[in-house]
């Protein structure tokens, strides 16, 4: 109807069929402008929406098992890196892979936003309030017999007058870190047992693990 009545306007025949004319008459109109601009707030609204799913056109996207293995090979890696934090980090990966079961969809910012702030939060937490707890129920005070066998992992070898570090995972007499000796041949991530103690000492040997 809108079309029949711009037939009869002024200027209707200066294009081809009038339909030109009416083109242009149309975006002109009100209601055309208002439905442009709803189609623009929808358009902004959805693309909000895709950035927090993570994006439809997205070329890649974490998925959970991404963040469970990584998790699983930071744990792993405390074993050769004895510092007990690299821990906290694998423990937050899984949690991300936890969140992500729950909400697929979550955005891979928010994904590293949330398993930065796990991590610092896990770390914090440890040598804050859970370490110092271990070590007020460490074997502080117990007999030599008891400390002999027990195992820990270099991280410092002996080199000529300088004794080495041997690392425990449960602190000995109050300490995680004790100097040591040895007549063996040893590097860095060995694990050793503790044969005897010299004063502030500790005599070890290499573990066999055969």
């Known amino acids: 109807m809108q079309y029949a009545k711009a037939k009869n306007r002024p200027g209707y ?15 002109t109109s009100p209601q ?9 707030a929808h358009r902004r609204r ?11 056109d997205m070329e890649f ?51 590293l936003f949330i398993w930065a702030i796990a991590s610092c939060l896990f770390t914090f937490l440890w040598f804050k309030f859970f370490k110092p707890l271990m070590t007020d129920r460490t074997k502080a005070g117990i007999s030599r017999e008891a400390i002999l066998g027990e195992s820990g992992q270099v ?30 041949d040893l590097a860095v991530g060995d694990r050793v047992t503790v044969m005897d103690i010299s004063g502030n000492t500790l005599i070890v040997k ?4 055969k």
């Open 13 to 27: 025949q200066t294009s081809v069929g009038g339909k030109d004319w009416y083109r242009n008459f149309h975006k």
């Open 61 to 111: 996207k974490l998925l959970y098992w991404y963040w469970l293995v990584f998790g699983m090979v930071l744990i792993m890696a405390e074993i050769f890196i004895p510092s007990f934090t690299i821990f906290w980090f694998g423990l937050a990966a899984i949690l991300v892979a936890g969140v992500l079961l729950m909400w697929p969809d979550l955005a891979v910012s928010w994904q």
């Open 46 to 56: 959805k693309s909000g929406r895709a950035f927090l799913r993570g994006g439809d």
């Open 206 to 209: 290499k573990r066999d693990f």
């Open 155 to 184: 991280i410092k070898v002996p080199e000529q007058e300088k004794r080495g570090i041997v690392r425990f995972t449960t602190p000995l007499l109050g300490g995680d870190e004790w100097p040591f000796i040895c007549d063996q």
């Open 32 to 40: 055309y402008k208002t439905n442009s601009a709803r189609a623009v």
